[in-house]
Structures are given as structure tokens and as C-alpha cells.
């Protein structure tokens, strides 16, 4: 082949363009670092010291997704790596990028900006603003919302709450705007998707509340499922009892509003809307509490959580929480109270005969009880008495209920039949493990729920618990399961509740020994003063007064060295998260020296105990 020089000019200078755009693609490829020279400004070099891009900022940050944050002057940009500027505005502030946006200030006093990241309550006095202004970005640098607004929320969120004007709006991660800035505070959204709203309230610091103006709810959507036109809104708190987890009959509807939301001559509603704290625990089960109050001038609403309209306001009236999908409601009429359950799933109300001492309790597994006058009754679903005469009845629990009739005891189950014979002189409170223990004259035994007798007769009895029962006879006590066959022989002073049939607690002498139900023999020849049951393989025990915990075959993982029980449940807390096997003396004073809350409420004058220093 024949090449002339003007051929041969035109690959030399076609070569020479391929080597730069290699030594260029070399050079973006290597991963760019800020670096700092000795003037204090920074610049961009890749990984074999090419210096791209020159030192000329204040602060720098590492590239990211072909993006870094450069700061000169207490302004802030943008840059891509040629070094070129991707925003068009300079920013006091600019956040971390998510889902493709990030946050960025404008004006102001501050360098890192102030976002109001608090949860419960948000509102325009716990603003921390120092007059930038806030909007978002994406990685071109186009300014998809503009800054204009005073505060921002967690871009993580599904709607953002934003603050312009002393006013409360919600965007979305996208920048557009879902609620208009409308609200003087705001809650922070549940994991239901729900969230209050307030117009015209008071904010009281102290206490961290917000009280008058109208309240409403909206969900993560931005939909008004109440609108902001209500006295007070909420969810309901379930009160369970604290042994059995069973629903309490008077279960608590308390606002703020119910001390003055009924006429002081009807004492009775009250009573059903107060709590007893001292027999029950709170708990809000999202997965249950799919439904709203709201209340105006003493009267209350409902809603579902879709905003649908279950209950209108309707003066003097109390609504009381959802139990096995059925509300109780209760209202004035006529100088009377009159009482209806509303069927959520059905639609229709069920009403009740009205009496100024008539009660009536929530529903569990299909039936309530209710009294009225006298009488003591349990109804189904739509009203119908199911079985009366009754004189006591205990919680449901398993689906059934123990109850009185008279001086003699039973239980009937879900559809009020009676599965036990109401004959028997006293019973236990609860059926547990399908299995109720009754006495008969001056005998206890258990009998099952078609009413036979499955065990032998004793002088004392304890409820089954997770197939065990402890049983006493000539006050020696032992231990049975559900078949009646002995687990721990009848020659303890006392059985512990059974959790695992190898390692039960009996006493003897005023001592608990660790006991093996199925090898039928004493674990550990060691007698404790006090002891726990195990849960991860460790046991609290006292031994000379004072606490340590054990593994199941008796290894001593912290020593007995501490006055109180409390202080073994932080070292293992401790141990659990650390995974540790065991702590020394030494390691178990700092753990509990540390976690301690009393530990650092003591004056500059205190005489420290030596518990509480970190040793």
C-alpha cells in the first residue's frame, strides 16, 4: 500500500486525538479527592496526584454520583467533575441528596442550616429559624422548589412538611405541593399515615402542647380525613389488664374534654370514660385502631380512617373504643341515658334497654355484659339476651367467661352457652390452657370445656400456664401438665410458675432449687433466696442478699453482688446487645453505673455511693 504525505499528516493527527481523549478518559477515571494545600484552600486531584481541578474553595466535599459541594465565602454550589458550576444560585446551605433531591438555604445567618427534624410536635414557636430560606434541588441543579419557605422536614418522608408565613403546608419528595401552607402547628405522622392539624391554637412550651384552635386530621396522601374545624380529635387507647391481656370492660376513652364534656347530674358516663390505671396498661395497636374520634361543643364523632363518616356529632355524646369491631355509645335524651352499641361490620346500631344504673360492657368474642337494674345478662351481637340471671362475670379470655350465679360458679362460652356447670362453690377467674380449676365442697381440680373432670383433687390450685399447673396437697406442692401426669413430684414448699419443664423452680427449707421435670431431679444442689425464671438461658438469683445471674447450668455469668433485682435486668439488657457471656464484677459496676437513671441526679455536694461510680 502506497501513502502519501498528505495521508500520513492525517493519521498522525487522528492518533494524537485518540491519546488525548484516552489520557482523559484515564483521568476521569480515577476517582477524584478533595485535598487541601497549604494555604488552607481546596481543590480536586485524582488518585495518582493530578491536580483537575485547581485550589480555589473554602470547603469541599468528596464526589458522589459525579457531584460535589463546594463552599467559598460562606456561600455554597454545586460542581460536576470538569469543575464546572451545576447551580445557578449560590446557597448558604445545601443538604445531602435523596431520591434525586436535596435541600438547600438562601439567605440567613447560618452555615449549616436549621431543618426541624423533631417528631410529635412540630409548630412555628419551636422553630429554630434564622431567616434562611428553604427550597430543593435536583442533580442538574434546577431548582424544582423554590426557596421560599422557613423551615423543611426529613426528605425520607412521603409528604414534607414546610413552613412559609408562620403557616404549615406538606410537598412531596418530588417538590410538589400537596397542602398548601394552611396550619399553625402540626403533629408528625404516625405509622398509620395519620397526622394532626391545628388552626389557631396556642402553643404551651412547658408542656409541649398545643390546646384551642380547631383540630383535624390529614394522611400521608394530604387528604383532610377530618377536617380542622373540631374542639379535639384522636385515636382511642385499649385498656388490657395487666396479668391476663384481656380487654377491661370499662375500657378508657380519655380526652381532655371529658371532664366537662357531659351535665354533672349524669355521674354515670363519666364513670365509664375514666381509666383504671391501677388494674390496666395503654396500648395503641395500629393495626386495630383504625378509627377517629372528634368532639364539638360536648359532642363526638367518628370517623375511619379513610375519612368515611361511621358516628356524626350528636349532642351529649360519649363514644367508647372499638372491642371486637363493636363501639358503645352513649348520650342524653330526654333527662335519661340512653345506650346502643353500633355494629362497625353490619352497619346498624343495637340498642339497649336504658336505666340510670345500668351498665354496659364491652364486647369480647361476640357477647357483652350488661346490667340493668338488678340483673346481670350477656348479649350477642344484635341485642339478644343470651343467657341472664347472673350475679358476677369474670374477663373473657380463650373465648370464655367465668361467672357467677348466685353463691355458684361456671362459664359459658362465646355464644353464651354454658360449657361449665354453674354448680361449683368457688373457681378460678379464667379459663387458661382450656382448662378451669373449680372447687367442690372442700376439694380443687381442674375440669375441661365440655365440663369433665381431668385431674385429681387438691387442697390448693394455680392457673395453668403454657401446659403446667402448680398443685398443693397437705401443703406440699408439686406441678402437673395437661395430660394430669406429675411433672414435679408433691413435696415442695412452693413451684414457681412452669415456662420450661427443665427448668423449674421449687422450694424447699426457704430456698429455690432449680428443678428438672423431665429427668425427674434436682438441676442444681445450690438453694437460691430468690430467683427468676430463665429467658435467653439467664436467671436473676439472690443469694446473701444480694443479686447476680446464672446460666441454666448453674455457670455463675454475673457475680451476686448487687442489692437490687433492677440492676441484674441492665446487665443483661447489656449483655444481650453486646453479646456478651458474662461480666465481671468490675464490667457489671460500669454497665450499671452507666444506665443507672439515678446516677447523674446527684448535686456537686452528693456523697457518691460507690455503685454509682464508673469504675
Same mark, same amino acid.
Given at each position: 500500500?502506497?501513502?502519501?504525505?498528505?495521508?500520513?499528516?492525517?493519521?498522525?493527527?487522528?492518533?494524537?486525538?485518540?491519546?488525548?481523549?484516552?489520557?482523559?478518559? *484515564?483521568?476521569?477515571?480515577?476517582?477524584?479527592?478533595?485535598?487541601?494545600?497549604?494555604?488552607? /484552600?481546596?481543590?480536586?486531584?485524582?488518585?495518582?496526584?493530578?491536580?483537575?481541578?485547581?485550589?480555589?474553595?473554602?470547603?469541599?466535599?468528596?464526589?458522589?454520583?459525579?457531584?460535589?459541594?463546594?463552599?467559598?465565602?460562606?456561600?455554597?454550589?454545586?460542581?460536576?467533575?470538569?469543575?464546572?458550576?451545576?447551580?445557578?444560585?449560590?446557597?448558604?446551605?445545601?443538604?445531602?441528596?435523596? &431520591?434525586?433531591?436535596?435541600?438547600?438555604?438562601?439567605?440567613?445567618?447560618?452555615?449549616?442550616?436549621?431543618?426541624?427534624?423533631?417528631?410529635?410536635?412540630?409548630?412555628?414557636?419551636?422553630?429554630?429559624?434564622?431567616?434562611?430560606?428553604?427550597?430543593?434541588?435536583?442533580?442538574?441543579?434546577?431548582?424544582?422548589?423554590?426557596?421560599?419557605?422557613?423551615?423543611?422536614?426529613?426528605?425520607?418522608?412521603?409528604?414534607?412538611?414546610?413552613?412559609?408565613?408562620?403557616?404549615?403546608?406538606?410537598?412531596?419528595?418530588? @417538590?410538589?405541593?400537596?397542602?398548601?401552607?394552611?396550619?399553625?402547628?402540626?403533629?408528625?405522622?404516625?405509622?398509620?399515615?395519620?397526622?394532626?392539624?391545628?388552626?389557631?391554637?396556642?402553643?404551651?412550651?412547658?408542656?409541649?402542647?398545643?390546646?384551642?384552635?380547631?383540630?383535624?386530621?390529614?394522611?400521608?396522601?394530604?387528604?383532610?380525613?377530618?377536617?380542622?374545624?373540631?374542639?379535639?380529635?384522636?385515636?382511642?387507647?385499649?385498656?388490657?389488664?395487666?396479668?391476663?391481656?384481656?380487654?377491661?370492660?370499662?375500657?378508657?376513652?380519655?380526652?381532655?374534654?371529658?371532664? #366537662?364534656?357531659?351535665?354533672?347530674?349524669?355521674?354515670?358516663?363519666?364513670?365509664?370514660?375514666?381509666?383504671?390505671?391501677?388494674?390496666?396498661?395503654?396500648?395503641?395497636? *395500629?393495626?386495630?385502631?383504625?378509627?377517629?374520634?372528634?368532639?364539638?361543643?360536648?359532642?363526638?364523632?367518628?370517623?375511619?380512617?379513610? @375519612?368515611?363518616?361511621?358516628?356524626?356529632?350528636?349532642?351529649?355524646?360519649?363514644?367508647?373504643?372499638? #372491642?371486637?369491631?363493636?363501639?358503645?355509645?352513649?348520650?342524653?335524651?330526654?333527662?335519661?341515658?340512653?345506650?346502643?352499641?353500633?355494629?362497625?361490620?353490619?352497619?346498624?346500631?343495637? /340498642?339497649?334497654?336504658?336505666?340510670?344504673?345500668?351498665?354496659?360492657?364491652?364486647?369480647?368474642?361476640?357477647?357483652?355484659?350488661? #346490667?340493668?337494674?338488678?340483673?346481670?345478662?350477656?348479649?350477642?351481637?344484635? @341485642?339478644?339476651?343470651?343467657?341472664?340471671?347472673?350475679?358476677?362475670?369474670?374477663?373473657?379470655?380463650?373465648?370464655?367467661?367465668?361467672?357467677?350465679?348466685?353463691?355458684?360458679?361456671?362459664?359459658?362460652?362465646?355464644?353464651?352457652?354454658?360449657?361449665?356447670?354453674?354448680?361449683?362453690? &368457688?373457681?378460678?377467674?379464667?379459663? &387458661?390452657?382450656?382448662?378451669? @380449676?373449680?372447687?367442690?365442697?372442700?376439694?380443687?381440680?381442674?375440669?375441661?370445656?365440655?365440663?369433665?373432670?381431668?385431674?385429681?383433687?387438691?387442697?390448693?390450685?394455680?392457673?395453668?400456664?403454657?401446659?403446667?399447673?402448680?398443685?398443693?396437697?397437705?401443703?406440699?406442692?408439686?406441678?402437673?401438665?395437661?395430660?394430669? /401426669?406429675?411433672?414435679?413430684?408433691?413435696?415442695?414448699?412452693?413451684?414457681?410458675?412452669?415456662?420450661?419443664?427443665?427448668?423449674?423452680?421449687?422450694?424447699?427449707?426457704?430456698?429455690?432449687?432449680?428443678?428438672?421435670?423431665?429427668?425427674?431431679?434436682?438441676?442444681?444442689?445450690?438453694?437460691?433466696?430468690?430467683?427468676?425464671?430463665?429467658?435467653?438461658?439467664?436467671?436473676?438469683?439472690?443469694?446473701?442478699?444480694?443479686?447476680?445471674?446464672?446460666?441454666?447450668?448453674?455457670?455463675?455469668?454475673?457475680?451476686?453482688?448487687?442489692?437490687?433485682?433492677?440492676?441484674?435486668?441492665?446487665?443483661?439488657?447489656?449483655?444481650?446487645?453486646?453479646?456478651?457471656?458474662?461480666?465481671?464484677?468490675?464490667?457489671?459496676?460500669?454497665?450499671?453505673? /452507666?444506665?443507672?437513671?439515678?446516677?447523674?441526679?446527684?448535686?456537686?455536694?452528693?456523697?457518691?455511693?460507690?455503685?454509682?461510680?464508673?469504675?
Amino acid at each position: 500500500m502506497i501513502l502519501n504525505k498528505e495521508n500520513m499528516r492525517n493519521k498522525k493527527v487522528i492518533l494524537i486525538l485518540c491519546l488525548l481523549v484516552l489520557v482523559s478518559s *484515564s483521568v476521569q477515571a480515577q476517582r477524584l479527592k478533595a485535598v487541601q494545600n497549604e494555604k488552607g /484552600r481546596y481543590g480536586f486531584m485524582t488518585e495518582d496526584g493530578t491536580v483537575v481541578i485547581k485550589y480555589k474553595y473554602d470547603e469541599a466535599t468528596p464526589f458522589k454520583d459525579g457531584i460535589a459541594k463546594i463552599g467559598k465565602d460562606g456561600k455554597y454550589s454545586l460542581i460536576n467533575e470538569d469543575g464546572e458550576i451545576i447551580t445557578k444560585r449560590k446557597y448558604t446551605y445545601i443538604g445531602e441528596f435523596y &431520591n434525586g433531591v436535596c435541600p438547600v438555604a438562601e439567605g440567613g445567618n447560618t452555615k449549616k442550616g436549621v431543618m426541624l427534624t423533631t417528631g410529635g410536635l412540630i409548630g412555628n414557636k419551636a422553630s429554630s429559624n434564622t431567616g434562611e430560606k428553604w427550597g430543593l434541588i435536583d442533580k442538574t441543579g434546577k431548582e424544582i422548589l423554590k426557596t421560599d419557605y422557613e423551615a423543611m422536614g426529613d426528605l425520607n418522608k412521603k409528604l414534607i412538611y414546610v413552613l412559609k408565613g408562620k403557616k404549615f403546608g406538606f410537598i412531596d419528595s418530588a @417538590g410538589n405541593i400537596i397542602v398548601k401552607p394552611t396550619y399553625n402547628f402540626i403533629g408528625s405522622f404516625n405509622d398509620q399515615g395519620i397526622c394532626w392539624v391545628n388552626i389557631g391554637g396556642k402553643y404551651d412550651k412547658k408542656n409541649n402542647m398545643v390546646s384551642k384552635g380547631k383540630f383535624g386530621l390529614i394522611n400521608e396522601n394530604g387528604r383532610e380525613i377530618i377536617p380542622a374545624k373540631y374542639e379535639d380529635v384522636g385515636n382511642f387507647p385499649i385498656l388490657r389488664d395487666k396479668k391476663t391481656g384481656a380487654l377491661l370492660d370499662e375500657a378508657a376513652f380519655y380526652t381532655k374534654a371529658d371532664q #366537662s364534656a357531659f351535665p354533672a347530674t349524669k355521674q354515670e358516663i363519666q364513670s365509664l370514660l375514666l381509666p383504671k390505671p391501677h388494674a390496666a396498661e395503654s396500648q395503641l395497636p *395500629s393495626s386495630r385502631v383504625d378509627y377517629f374520634y372528634f368532639i364539638n361543643k360536648k359532642s363526638q364523632g367518628l370517623v375511619d380512617i379513610h @375519612g368515611n363518616t361511621i358516628i356524626p356529632l350528636t349532642a351529649n355524646q360519649a363514644i367508647l373504643p372499638p #372491642s371486637d369491631n363493636m363501639l358503645r355509645l352513649a348520650k342524653v335524651e330526654k333527662k335519661q341515658i340512653a345506650k346502643a352499641y353500633y355494629d362497625l361490620d353490619a352497619e346498624v346500631m343495637v /340498642r339497649i334497654p336504658s336505666s340510670e344504673k345500668g351498665k354496659f360492657g364491652a364486647f369480647s368474642h361476640n357477647l357483652a355484659p350488661v #346490667s340493668l337494674d338488678d340483673e346481670l345478662y350477656f348479649i350477642d351481637k344484635k @341485642g339478644n339476651k343470651v343467657i341472664g340471671g347472673l350475679s358476677k362475670a369474670f374477663l373473657s379470655h380463650e373465648g370464655y367467661r367465668v361467672v357467677q350465679k348466685g353463691s355458684a360458679f361456671g362459664a359459658i362460652d362465646s355464644t353464651g352457652a354454658v360449657v361449665i356447670p354453674i354448680e361449683y362453690t &368457688n373457681s378460678l377467674t379464667s379459663v &387458661n390452657n382450656g382448662r378451669l @380449676g373449680v372447687q367442690k365442697n372442700a376439694s380443687w381440680f381442674y375440669v375441661d370445656m365440655k365440663g369433665q373432670i381431668v385431674s385429681d383433687k387438691y387442697d390448693r390450685i394455680g392457673n395453668f400456664h403454657q401446659g403446667y399447673a402448680s398443685v398443693c396437697l397437705n401443703k406440699l406442692w408439686g406441678a402437673i401438665d395437661l395430660q394430669n /401426669r406429675v411433672v414435679v413430684p408433691l413435696e415442695w414448699q412452693g413451684v414457681a410458675p412452669i415456662v420450661d419443664p427443665q427448668l423449674i423452680w421449687v422450694k424447699k427449707d426457704n430456698l429455690y432449687y432449680l428443678y428438672d421435670g423431665v429427668q425427674k431431679s434436682v438441676r442444681l444442689k445450690q438453694g437460691f433466696a430468690n430467683a427468676s425464671n430463665f429467658d435467653n438461658e439467664m436467671a436473676y438469683v439472690m443469694s446473701d442478699g444480694k443479686w447476680g445471674i446464672i446460666d441454666p447450668d448453674g455457670k455463675v455469668l454475673v457475680p451476686c453482688l448487687f442489692e437490687k433485682e433492677e440492676d441484674m435486668v441492665l446487665a443483661k439488657q447489656y449483655m444481650l446487645a453486646e453479646d456478651k457471656k458474662n461480666l465481671t464484677e468490675v464490667e457489671a459496676l460500669r454497665v450499671i453505673a /452507666r444506665f443507672d437513671p439515678d446516677t447523674n441526679m446527684f448535686k456537686i455536694t452528693s456523697v457518691i455511693p460507690d455503685k454509682h461510680w464508673d469504675y
